[in-house]
């Protein structure tokens, strides 16, 4: 197993990034017929398509571009498909568009058509910015798309705040409708001021949860879907859930369920079991366990967090270590059990995504410019590296698009 040196910094994995840079752009892409991924088949005999996945590149300045085939869990490079820089990536939940969240000063969200034919990006729209004048701006951590109010969510981790953005009939971005400003700070170097890096609907549609890297807080905005407008007042309580000095809240996910959250706090490499109070708007610690194994000693890092369909099974990677873990969720309570503790094909497992059928995990390592591929056995949740694997510089964000061919 490959271990990050203690004191390894994130900022400071920046040998892709050049590499990023040198890679050219492909304008001019085969013919549809040519470039177009041919389906798979699937152990019954049935024609399984394949499909796009995208790629961001940490702190590079292009997002890239891969067939998927989730017949037999191959990918296939396309290559460098957009020139800008990709914090993270979301799709429209039904059109053919990808959301790129940048790294530039105004805090932008870029809305791009794909083409399903080659994964080509273009402009799809003018870019919305969420960082106010008077801050720092840029360094936008997650978006994601809430469906039922048609709404962009934007966790702005340089300036501390999330947005919310409409999404129009045609996919592309209204102007920015409201934002919210979190407060606080850590004692961690990296926690001078607030850094929002995560932004979660609630199962009732109500709340939007903001898990705050700087200010050890998980935030609990109220979300009003016909306005699109996130707001601090009317919550009750405290309007958030605190972690321990030092934590680094990153990443949250509710179960199924609706009574139960997931909180990964990347500083204190945890995993934290919450109870979620709809009425009273307030999360409450039932669980917390490390990610780390007792015989690590390097610096902690959690990063990534998913949970899948039906809410048996709940992923997390860890950079400090250099693994992925996999915990069972109790049906009755919730709580968590390890269950499986491997190696990430790579090293440094930034993020990854599990794909909508439940077999693939695809994971982003980010040090060794690797997207790599895990089957998941359903009936356990355990997974296995498959070996397949593409090369992409420094990669971050992995999404799968909702285009197949």
């Known amino acids: 197993m490959t271990v990050i040196p203690p004191g390894t910094s994130r900022r400071r994995v920046l040998r892709s990034a050049a590499a990023a840079a040198a890679v050219p752009l492909l304008t001019n892409l085969p013919t549809a017929a040519a470039a177009a991924s041919p389906a798979g088949t699937s152990a019954s005999g049935q024609t399984v398509p394949r499909e796009l996945v995208y790629v961001g590149a940490w702190q590079g300045t292009q997002v890239f571009a891969a067939w998927f085939d989730p017949a037999h869990g191959t990918l296939d490079p396309v290559g460098a498909v957009a020139d800008i820089t990709s914090n993270w990536t979301t799709t429209h939940p039904t059109l053919p568009v990808l959301y790129v969240a940048g790294a530039d000063l105004a805090g932008s969200v870029t809305p791009y058509t794909i083409d399903a034919a080659t994964g080509a990006l273009t402009p799809h729209g003018a870019a919305v910015g969420t960082a106010p004048s008077n801050t720092a701006g840029g360094g936008l951590a997650f978006i994601t798309v809430d469906q039922p109010s048609n709404t962009l969510l934007v966790a702005n981790f340089a300036a501390g705040l999330a947005a919310a953005i409409p999404i129009e009939r045609d996919g592309t971005l209204a102007a920015l409708a409201s934002s919210v400003q979190d407060t606080g700070s850590g004692p961690n170097p990296r926690q001078t001021g607030p850094h929002a890096h995560d932004t979660v609907v609630s199962p009732d549609g109500r709340y939007v949860l903001i898990p705050d890297f700087g200010a050890d807080r998980v935030f609990i905005r109220r979300f009003d879907r016909k306005r699109h407008e996130l707001s601090a007042d009317g919550v009750p309580g405290d309007g958030y859930y605190a972690t321990a000095a030092g934590s680094g809240p990153r990443r949250i996910v509710f179960h199924p369920g609706g009574h139960t959250a997931y909180l990964v706090n990347e500083l204190a490499a945890d995993i934290q079991t919450l109870a979620w109070d709809p009425t009273g708007a307030t999360l409450t610690l039932r669980q917390d366990l490390s990610t780390d194994s007792a015989a690590f000693t390097g610096t902690k890092s959690a990063a990534e967090l998913a949970i899948n369909r039906d809410?048996?099974?709940?992923?997390?990677?860890?950079?400090?270590?250099?693994?992925?873990?996999?915990?069972?969720?109790?049906?009755?309570?919730?709580?968590?059990?390890?269950?499986?503790?491997?190696?990430?094909?790579?090293?440094?497992?930034?993020?990854?995504?599990?794909?909508?059928?439940?077999?693939?995990?695809?994971?982003?390592?980010?040090?060794?410019?690797?997207?790599?591929?895990?089957?998941?056995?359903?009936?356990?949740?355990?997974?296995?590296?498959?070996?397949?694997?593409?090369?992409?510089?420094?990669?971050?964000?992995?999404?799968?698009?909702?285009?197949?061919?």
Do not use: M
């Open 311 to 405: 809410g048996r099974f709940v992923y997390v990677s860890n950079r400090g270590e250099n693994t992925l873990l996999v915990y069972a969720a109790d049906p009755a309570t919730g709580l968590l059990t390890l269950i499986q503790r491997t190696a990430p094909g790579g090293t440094s497992p930034w993020s990854f995504a599990l794909h909508s059928s439940g077999r693939w995990l695809l994971v982003a390592n980010l040090v060794s410019d690797t997207v790599n591929v895990f089957s998941v056995d359903q009936s356990v949740g355990t997974v296995t590296d498959t070996g397949a694997s593409v090369s992409i510089p420094s990669p971050d964000c992995i999404t799968f698009a909702a285009v197949r061919t």
